[in-house]
């Protein structure tokens, strides 16, 4: 009998008879693992991981293993098509792409001569690798308004890194954290940016120890040694209340505060401003396992904090981000092996240059919509969404009159739903990109057919923050699918933006490749390309901000007129802010858990994905459901001031039986209505997106923490 | 004869059903709708476990067993266990009687519909025999939590990985799956 073989790609090639085996990079998330696609009579017939890839060492997630039933899915849009009836009529008819551009183009054109480029507004969701492209088009054009997840998903993570510390700080795997603190993340199961949940299991499985930072009893939060079971939306105070332990027991790195640091005095007295009793007091959680956790984290080394968006989407985004920062840097791990790594990307033109925001005159750049609110997220061309829906709908500072999404899906996945939709119903011109018309997309003129990542050639994590670059090779064509990259190079040739643009994408991947003195044909035989490693790169010359240090005390913050210092802001809605309110709506609603297989409002309908989670699904606490009548099963009513939607009950342990946690993201590609049932099960329809809700420098919609009722959809309980 | 089974420490399970989809990309083509799961992951909690509040995920699949329960109640000898330790059910020689389903202790045997006839996971035994890992067991897990080849070694591996975790994991409800070997 034959040895048994790990990862064997030539003996998978002999048994099934594949013609070929092409080596690439999913895209099912934000892009980053090398995968292998096994290629039969022209068709992608079987994907696993790389097992030479860095990033994820052979494996792969459901996600990953889905690209196949999500490329050759019978419901993909595979033609561009103009909507021939209402909008949200589902009527539809089939046209060129040379039809479909020139619509768009001579749009685009039309506004811009009578209404400005201001009042084009281009946007795509989560980060899919287009944000540079976006970007180009946008900026050429002369519109400062590019409406993106940005101001609560990563992008603040970039900003505020940024302005701390030089950029975003990455947990470094490959030199085995020994304590890592997962904060509001759940990495195994959503597997996004620079993290893989793979690496974190070798760190845990190499004895690291672990503290997690979670309202609910997730699988890290039951295998670590600390679990801080925090009030939803005080992230920012817990932290605090963990650096008062390591300011008052001196557990700090005293050369990095000393040598490295802007800031300190004010920082120290800041701190003093939350001792544990009150940090206790804000947090729910008891003082003694908040020392427990500042210490085992401060005095383990090297220590990491694998962390993630639910963190951002509150109103205390930016300081919560600082202040994770402040816990890597103060315990010197900033920079160090094993710690948090400031990576080197290789050396290619970056994302900022490609992006064009140089060209964008400055006369544009204060046309920003919400710019002079939101000044840190408007200094990194980042808007506030509800700042383009006012726009639309009421034609203030001035009107928007078109939309152009790309791979985003913003009538699920933006706070305040019903108003969005309203803002897309009025929008006089809306085109979308996208693999299926999804309820945004049947709101569109336009709907562009997009290819996804086995329909592309790309450079693969060109934005992103771990030093890698890894080529995303095109291993099949589907109708007349075409990459945003490609699509959005066409349409710039014809709003006359030529000059800037090449004749093929191929063309703009070998000018992003350049500086390192490649083209695309030589990178795409390479596995990978790694910026220089290097550890401790502030020792020679500093970090990268004003006062070349790392900022405690945010210099560029105070010159933007907000408190230098990071601060617990209460919730917008929470019994301490809101008690009356609280009596009304008697449970705090979080939302956004992540499910394996989806991501975001993508994969609903992927069988084998959809199969992992076949209905939305509320989970509370069985002393709260005992009290409200709902039994394990039931659809329940959620309901805010906002509105109300039904999710299917869990009845759970491990959570506050204050707290209801509700999946986010939800809609029903089996249900043929155009609607696509876009606001039954959609908790965005419960979120609010009032700018004072919002965190004040970046714009970060509160959306995951909020009040709300819940109760049984039937009285007698029941499936309907 | 060299032994195969698939042991998974499901202590180290985060439920990320990359083997559940693994799984189905090797057994079903895209297009068909009519798919079949010889495995599935499913959270266990988070509830109370030996008096204490824990959330594991259970990942649910032919044991393979040393004495197996369905080979004894299947009437037609449709079930079968080869000398390396795998148990093969043959869906062509399967009757739907459901004896089998009904005497699997660990409700790892499904029943096809369309075929009229039960199913099981047969530990990819056309992978094995051509020197290649099961779909699941490839290398695919992000927890690294699956195990396929000798038993003994296996378990070798798990305690050895169990060592390095450290200590204050040996009051931890383990969750790792014993197979129920003599």
């Not at chain 1, 919560?320 to 033109?349: H, K, Y």
């Not at chain 1, 569109?444 to 090779?473: C, N, Q, S």
């Not at chain 1, 609607?675 to 965005?684: F, L, P, Q, Y």
């Not at chain 2, 006839?117 to 290649?132: I, P």
């Amino acid at each position: 009998m034959a040895e048994v073989t790990f990862s064997n790609a030539a003996r998978e090639m002999e048994v099934y008879g594949y013609d070929s085996v092409v080596k690439s990079h999913c895209r099912m998330c934000h892009g980053g693992c090398g995968v292998l696609v096994y290629v039969k009579d022209g068709k992608a017939v079987k994907i696993a991981g790389d097992p030479d890839c860095p990033i994820n060492h052979g494996t792969l997630c459901s996600k990953g293993f889905g690209s196949l039933q999500l490329a050759y899915h019978p419901d993909r849009l595979t033609h561009p098509v103009k909507r021939v009836g209402p909008k949200a009529s589902g009527k539809w008819e089939r046209i060129s792409w040379d039809e479909a551009l020139d619509c768009i183009a001579e749009r685009i054109l039309a506004y811009k001569e009578k209404f400005g480029s201001e009042s084009v507004v281009f946007g795509y969701g989560t980060g899919r690798e287009n944000e540079a492209v976006i970007y180009r088009i946008a900026n050429i054009l002369g519109s400062p308004n590019v409406l993106t997840a940005g101001h609560f998903c990563y992008g603040p993570r970039i900003c505020t890194g940024i302005i701390t510390c030089g950029t975003n700080p990455i947990v470094d795997y490959e030199n085995f954290p020994k304590c890592i603190m997962v904060w509001g993340n759940n990495v195994t199961i959503s597997n996004a940016d620079e993290y893989k949940g793979e690496p974190f299991s070798v760190a845990l499985d190499k004895g690291a120890k672990l503290i997690v930072v979670d309202p609910r009893l997730t699988r890290p939060a039951a295998r670590a040694n600390v679990w801080l079971q925090l009030r939803p939306g005080t992230d920012a105070a817990l932290a605090l209340g963990m650096l008062h332990v390591i300011v008052n027991e001196e557990l700090y790195d005293k050369e990095f505060v000393e040598k490295y640091t802007f800031g300190w005095e004010p920082f120290v007295k800041r701190v003093n401003e939350y001792p544990l009793d009150r940090v206790e007091e804000i947090t729910w959680v008891p003082r003694e396992k908040i020392r427990e956790a500042a210490r085992l984290f401060a005095t383990t080394k090297p220590a990491a904090i694998q962390w993630g968006v639910a963190i951002e989407q509150q109103i205390n985004c930016a300081d919560n981000d600082r202040l994770l920062m402040f816990l890597m840097g103060l315990t010197g791990n900033i920079d160090a092996p094993g710690g948090q790594v400031l990576n080197r990307t290789p050396n290619i033109v970056n994302v900022g240059h490609f992006g064009a925001h140089g060209m964008l005159p400055k006369e544009q750049v204060a046309k920003r919509l919400g710019g002079d609110r939101f000044r840190l997220a408007s200094r990194f061309a980042i808007i506030q969404p509800k700042c383009v829906w006012d726009a639309i709908l009421e034609g203030k500072p001035y009107p928007v009159k078109m939309l152009f999404f790309i791979s985003s899906n913003p009538v699920i996945t933006r706070a305040n739903a019903k108003e969005v939709y309203r803002a897309l119903e009025k929008v006089e011109f809306m085109a979308v990109a996208d693999f299926f018309l999804t309820p945004t997309a049947e709101l569109a003129d336009i709907v562009l057919p997009a290819a996804t990542w086995l329909e592309m050639d790309y450079i693969g994590d060109f934005w992103k923050r771990h030093g890698y670059i890894v080529p995303r090779r095109k291993v099949i064509q589907v109708g007349e699918c075409r990459s945003d990259h490609e699509m959005l190079n066409d349409l710039a040739h014809r709003i006359g933006q030529g000059q800037y643009w090449w004749d093929n994408f191929e063309q703009a991947l070998d000018s992003i490749l350049k500086p390192m003195g490649i083209t695309w044909n030589e990178f795409k035989e390479l596995n990978y390309v790694r910026g220089e490693v290097k550890y401790y790169k502030y020792k020679e010359g500093g970090f990268s901000t004003p006062t070349r240090k790392f900022e405690l005390y945010s210099t560029i913050l105070e010159k933007m007129g907000y408190d230098p210092l990071p601060q617990h802001r209460e919730p917008p809605e929470s019994p301490v802010s809101t008690p009356g309110l609280y009596t009304e709506y008697p449970y705090i609603l979080i939302t956004g858990a992540r499910s394996p297989g989806f991501f975001h409002t993508e994969n609903m309908q992927v069988r084998w994905l959809r199969e992992l989670h076949g209905e939305p699904i509320v989970e509370i606490h069985p002393d709260a459901a005992a009290k409200e009548g709902i039994k394990e099963g039931d659809w329940v009513i959620i309901e805010s001031r906002r509105g109300k939607v039904r999710q299917r009950a869990k009845l759970a342990l491990g959570r506050d039986s204050r707290i209801v946690a509700a999946q986010h993201a939800w809609w029903f590609p089996e249900n043929r209505d155009p609607g696509h049932g876009w606001d039954e099960s959609n908790i965005n329809i419960l979120t609010d997106n009032a700018l004072e809700g919002c965190d004040p420098a970046m714009g970060a919609s509160n959306i995951r923490t909020l009040l709300c009722r819940i109760y049984p959809e039937k009285k007698e309980g029941g499936r309907p | 004869m060299k032994k195969h089974a698939l042991i998974i420490e499901e202590y180290a399970c985060w439920g990320c059903m990359a083997c559940e989809t693994a799984c189905k990309q090797e057994y079903n083509p895209v297009h068909v709708a009519h798919a079949v799961k010889y495995l599935s992951v499913r959270g266990d909690g988070p509830k109370l476990m030996n008096g204490k509040l824990d959330f594991l995920w259970r990942v649910n699949v032919c044991k393979h067993c040393d004495e197996p329960a369905c080979i004894k109640a299947c009437p037609v000898e449709a079930i079968t266990k080869r000398e390396d330790g795998i148990v093969v059910l043959d869906q062509e020689k399967c009757t739907g009687c459901r004896l089998c389903i009904e005497a699997c202790p660990y409700q790892a045997i499904g029943f096809d519909d369309e075929k009229q006839s039960a199913f099981k996971c047969n530990l990819c035994y056309h992978r094995v025999d051509q020197g290649l890992y099961p779909a699941c067991a490839d290398n695919v897990c992000l927890g690294h939590c699956i195990y396929f080849g000798d038993p003994t070694e296996i378990e070798k591996k798990i305690l050895e990985k169990r060592k390095r975790r450290g200590g204050w994991r040996e009051n931890h409800p383990q969750g790792t799956e014993v197979r129920d070997r003599k």
